[in-house]
């Protein structure tokens, strides 16, 4: 790859970034191209050098987003009872520091919503969730329904009650969702069962 093709993959990193930081910040209306651009200096005119459409950034940057939170959950550390992956999925996701860091956390809460209502999110969202949902799940538990389905309820709870706790601010209230929210993941998830031996 040379300088100039090097400089291009390089500016396009960039601009899926800041798109990405925009959309959890703000949603996917608040990732327009102008502010996108705008925040590193480039032209909207350059915009185009890189990207089809709005809609072609608003693909892949989602898609790089949500892919970035996904991937932490390979960590090799990560427990291998589905159970055990759901209850510290909840633990980490319902914090108050995650609620409080939009720019640095999951996009789920901020785009939810857009993404149902604009079509050029949706098949990012659908595709990124399915992977977060297999990998969640973890490879002991493929073909187990119940997992899947305890799995789907979890990643619900825990984007539904970050979105109310973001929405209600830095209350007692907020922090209150917060803590309820993980003691139900606690008490729905079922007790991974002993070992046979």
């Known amino acids: 790859m040379n300088a100039r093709a090097q400089q291009k993959a390089a500016t396009r990193e960039r601009i899926l970034a ?5 959309m959890k910040q703000h949603g996917i209306a608040g990732a ?11 032209t909207v005119g350059g915009f185009y050098a890189h990207f089809d459409s709005k809609d072609d950034l608003i693909d892949q ?6 892919s970035e939170r996904t991937q932490r959950l390979r ?16 633990s980490r996701y319902l914090t108050r520091d995650h609620r ?9 809460p901020s785009v939810a ?3 149902g209502r604009l079509g050029a999110a949706q098949p990012a969202f659908v595709d ?6 297999d990998i969640l799940r973890g490879e002991q538990a493929k073909g187990n329904h119940a997992a899947r389905a305890a799995t789907m309820a979890t990643i619900a709870t825990c984007v539904g009650a970050l979105t109310l ?3 209600l601010g830095k209350s007692t209230l907020s922090n209150e969702v917060l803590a309820a929210a993980r003691a139900f993941v606690d008490q729905a998830v079922p007790v991974q069962p002993p070992h046979s031996h």
């Open 113 to 115: 919503a857009d993404a």
């Open 18 to 22: 800041s798109a990405g930081t925009r």
């Open 75 to 90: 960590d090799p550390a990560y427990p291998d009872q589905w159970q055990e992956r759901l209850r510290r999925f909840a």
């Open 128 to 133: 990124e969730v399915a992977v977060l949902v």
């Open 165 to 167: 706790a973001r929405a």
């Open 61 to 66: 940057s989602l898609r790089r987003a949500m």
């Open 32 to 42: 327009s191209v102008a502010d996108v651009m705008g925040d590193l200096g480039l």
């Open 100 to 108: 409080d860091d939009p720019a640095g956390g999951c996009p789920m």
